[in-house]
């Protein structure tokens, strides 16, 4: 059997890693329950007694919004932007409300007697109008529906699943992958159940079962179209070709419910109880270490959505919401001394929207990568600090570029070299 191994290129050292954890003010002492993070700066969370909390500047500063229905648990949110986001919760009744100003005023688009959304996602990069919900089964239909105007209205046209027995769902149980509804790039999505299943929908193909040995699946996350993983009350299991099979992980410290996964360029995280748990390579040997640990239970983890994705946030059922800030610039590759300085051919190339350089310093010193436009103008300074002897690699993120030639100059005390690379949209 194909064993999963997803490595990170990266040396990665938890001792380090833990260091970046900081708490939030949230102003609140309720059950949070979800946290949605459009971009670096604006994050949505939702709780308990109809609360909603934004903040629009990276967390310095908590508001809690107008509640949409101050009777109802809101067990999932989704952003859209900094004023947008849409909200479920559910009493006998289960409801979605959308707002459009910030959480000023919020109208309700969705509502089913005896049933209950347990999740909110989007299903495209190419504009934000595109959204799904899934719930659990009403009259032995699983409750699924779409969205192509933001969540305005909804619709469960060719989403038809029987339901299992008496099986059910978790709130933030939802993944999609490749969002975008073509042939050539279909859209994928999971979503988890108490029956030892995940199900699975293939733009094209319609919706299929998947089995894993976990009898809840309080999460499911995709790195891509084929890695993912699922996590239950006692562990973690993990696929290599779509969930076509999933595989058990190691036993994983702690105790209580797997509630959340996140994954950066350094690791992998996930939530279980009141703590955190790292490690840098995915596989069914892991080796998760606890790496941030609060009072309270993580009842979510996500990762800012927005590229350059620079936070990690989770939130807890005492009011608590943790961040975490993501290393960027530059990782180290390898720490032996290489034989000359040199600068890489970015990879790849032409590259949309993002790209990796790698470089060698010989010698301690100053180090400088500068990106310019044909122009010769200074684009973006990607490294600019003194560095030990060893292989390197720096991010470029061009999203906010128009298409085209780039350059890109390696400085050091006695060595200079430039390349050239292209943005292709």
Same mark, same amino acid.
């Given at each position: 059997m194909k064993k999963l191994i997803y490595t990170l290129v990266i040396l990665a050292f938890v001792s380090s890693v833990s260091a970046q954890w900081s708490e939030q003010t949230s102003g609140v002492t309720t059950v949070l329950y979800s946290v949605s993070a459009v971009d670096n700066n604006v994050v949505w969370v939702c709780g308990a007694g109809g609360k909603v909390l934004r903040? $629009? +500047? /990276? /967390?310095? #500063?908590w508001n809690l919004t107008a509640s949409p229905n101050s009777a109802l648990n809101f067990v999932n949110i989704w952003s859209v932007d900094a004023n947008t986001a849409l909200v479920t919760g559910s009493g006998s009744t289960t409801y979605v409300y959308k707002t459009t100003n910030g959480g000023v005023n919020w109208t309700q688009v969705f509502s089913q007697a005896n049933g209950y959304i347990n999740a909110i996602t989007g299903l495209t990069t190419v504009n934000n109008n595109t959204l799904f919900i899934s719930g659990n089964p009403v009259g032995g239909r699983w409750s699924l529906w779409m969205s192509t105007n933001a969540g305005t209205t909804w619709d469960s046209a060719g989403m038809y699943i029987q339901q299992s027995g008496t099986e059910t769902g978790y709130n933030n149980s939802l993944t999609s992958v490749h969002f975008n509804f073509s042939a050539n790039t279909p859209t994928r999505i999971w979503f988890g #159940? +108490? +029956? &030892?299943?995940? !199900? *699975? !929908?293939? !733009? /094209?193909?319609?919706?299929n079962s998947q089995s894993i040995s976990e009898a809840n699946c *309080?999460? $499911?996350?995709?790195?891509d179209t084929l890695y993912g993983l699922a996590g239950g &009350? #006692? /562990?973690? $299991?993990?696929? #290599?070709n779509s969930g076509q099979a999933w595989w058990q992980g190691t036993a994983f410290p702690g105790s209580g419910n797997l509630s959340g996964f996140a994954f950066t360029q350094e690791g992998f995280y996930i939530s279980r109880g009141s703590s955190i748990y790292f490690t840098n390579v995915i596989s069914p040997a892991s080796v998760w270490n606890p790496v941030y640990s609060q009072t309270g239970i993580y009842k979510d983890l996500t990762l800012t959505r927005t590229a350059p994705q620079k936070y990690l946030w989770g939130v807890r059922d005492n009011g608590g919401i943790s961040k975490y800030s993501v290393p960027v610039g530059i990782i180290p590759i390898s720490s032996e001394t290489p034989s000359a300085f040199s600068l890489s051919q970015n990879y790849p190339n032409p590259f949309n929207p993002t790209t990796k350089i790698k470089f060698d310093v010989v010698r301690v010193g100053d180090v400088k990568i500068v990106v310019y436009d044909v122009m010769g103008r200074e684009v973006q300074t990607l490294v600019n600090e003194s560095l030990k002897p060893g292989t390197y690699e720096a991010s470029f993120d061009g999203s906010a570029l128009n298409s085209g030639v780039y350059f890109y100059k390696l400085v050091t005390d006695n060595f200079v070299e430039t390349r050239k690379m292209i943005l292709l949209k």
């Open positions: 903040t $629009v +500047n /990276g /967390g310095t #500063t #159940t +108490n +029956n &030892s299943r995940i !199900y *699975y !929908y293939k !733009y /094209g193909q319609g919706w *309080y999460f $499911v996350r995709f790195l &009350s #006692t /562990g973690n $299991v993990m696929t #290599t």
